[in-house]
């Protein structure tokens, strides 16, 4: 029998450290046990925090027993871990919003509850945001179904930065907004296949976006504006994440990390309602407030 489960507390955790794991989550008590079981496993990124909240319409994800016995294990391992629930459920911009608020740690990762990350996966990413002082880097993620379906036309867009990142404002219909399409499928590992890199090394290349594993410098991220435009958006929305990432990009730059250590797990989604691209609508009033 799992005896209970100790949710943590918003005060004792939120404290100045390195790094905090931020976990939404919805219904995916199976996949958020694997998210977790990959966070326990890395090394090289000594006390990170874990921050998960749950919007399950049922029981919490986390009180499922493989997903309580990571919990303790993170704990065992020295890492702090905040269980929470955010209801009523206001879409997903405020839900990353929520957790952001929850953490005072310098570097942030914004995990899906549907991602593995492979061990020497975190390290890597504070390595490059360290090295590379941008406003976020991230891995995309490998969809293993497709790693027979090698598609190379999408290659072209794989582009490194020679030298730090720098601020860019990218947006829809610019080859720059192409990028994205790298991402798809196991294209990024096919690319990482080709590059042949030696034991170790990792590069830097240019993104206009990333899903599902995105580290932030939280400074820059809340100077950005976060995830606050949740409240200019409908609640059925998505690209929440598109939406913030632009904003700190044209600030900030930021990049996409090659090795990437993130795998997606393929469930179905539990955003099945998606009546707005948030990026959009926030784009959309960038350019109402722009000089005549």
Not at 133 to 152: E, I, K, T, W
Not at 208 to 230: M, Q, T
């Amino acid at each position: 029998m799992n005896r209970p489960l100790d949710l943590g507390t918003a005060g004792g955790f939120r404290a100045p450290r390195l790094l905090d794991v931020l976990i939404p989550t919805r219904n995916r008590p199976a996949e958020l046990a694997v998210t977790l079981s990959g966070l326990a496993a890395q090394e090289g990124v000594p006390g990170f925090g874990v921050v998960v909240s749950d919007q399950s319409d049922g029981d919490a994800a986390y009180r499922h027993p493989a997903a309580a016995t990571m919990v303790r294990v993170l704990r065992h391992r020295g890492h702090p871990v905040l269980l929470t629930r955010r209801l009523p459920r206001r879409g997903l911009a405020e839900h990353r919003a929520y957790l952001l608020a929850a953490s005072a740690a310098r570097y942030v990762l914004c995990l899906d509850d549907d991602v593995w990350l492979e061990p020497g996966a975190l390290r890597r990413l504070v390595t490059a945001i360290d090295e590379l002082g941008c406003g976020f880097v991230g891995n995309a993620v490998h969809g293993l179904s497709y790693v027979d379906d090698v598609r190379p036309e999408t290659h072209r867009h794989y582009e490194e930065w020679t030298d730090r990142p720098v601020p860019e404002r990218i947006r829809p219909g610019t080859p720059q907004w192409e990028r994205a399409s790298i991402h798809s499928a196991a294209n990024l590992l096919h690319v990482t296949r080709r590059l042949d890199l030696p034991p170790g090394a990792w590069r830097a290349y240019k993104v206009s976006w990333i899903g599902g594993c995105v580290l932030y410098d939280r400074a820059k991220l809340l100077d950005s504006g976060g995830f606050d435009f949740w409240r200019r958006v409908h609640e059925k929305h998505q690209g929440e994440d598109v939406a913030a990432q632009l904003a700190v990009l044209a600030r900030f730059g930021g990049a996409g990390v090659l090795p990437s250590g993130a795998y997606h797990l393929e469930s179905p989604t539990t955003v099945t309602e998606r009546d707005v691209e948030a990026w959009e609508v926030v784009l959309a009033e960038e350019e109402s407030t722009q000089p005549a």
